[in-house]
């Protein structure tokens, strides 16, 4: 469960979707954003929060500093674009 983001629609419960970018990726069971791997982030990738699943420019995305398998369930995610604050996954 997402919660405490900036952007309401990114707050909600996801569940796995399918694989995108060699990682299961999750998909927001009421507002439908996406929670993915993004490799091309800075650093060599990051898990991101997007409206859109793989956006190149997207107007929302949240990520959470790790290069790791699996999104991070701590208060740790950074804004990257779109409304402040960041929220957590739980």
Do not use: C, E
């Not at 569940?15 to 927001?28: C, H, I, L, T």
């Not at 996406?34 to 990738?45: E, L, Q, T, V």
């Not at 990257?80 to 604050?85: A, I, L």
């Amino acid at each position: 469960m997402a919660t405490g983001f900036g952007d309401a629609n990114a707050n909600d419960t996801y569940s796995v979707a399918g694989s995108f970018n060699g990682q299961p990726y999750y998909r927001g069971a009421t507002h439908g954003y996406f929670i993915y791997w993004d490799p091309s982030a800075p650093g060599g990738g990051d898990w991101a929060l997007d409206s859109t699943l793989g956006a190149a420019y997207p107007l929302v995305k949240y990520d959470d500093g790790a290069d790791n398998a699996g999104p991070k369930t701590s208060n740790t995610w950074n804004v990257q674009h779109g409304t402040s604050p960041a929220g957590s996954l739980a």
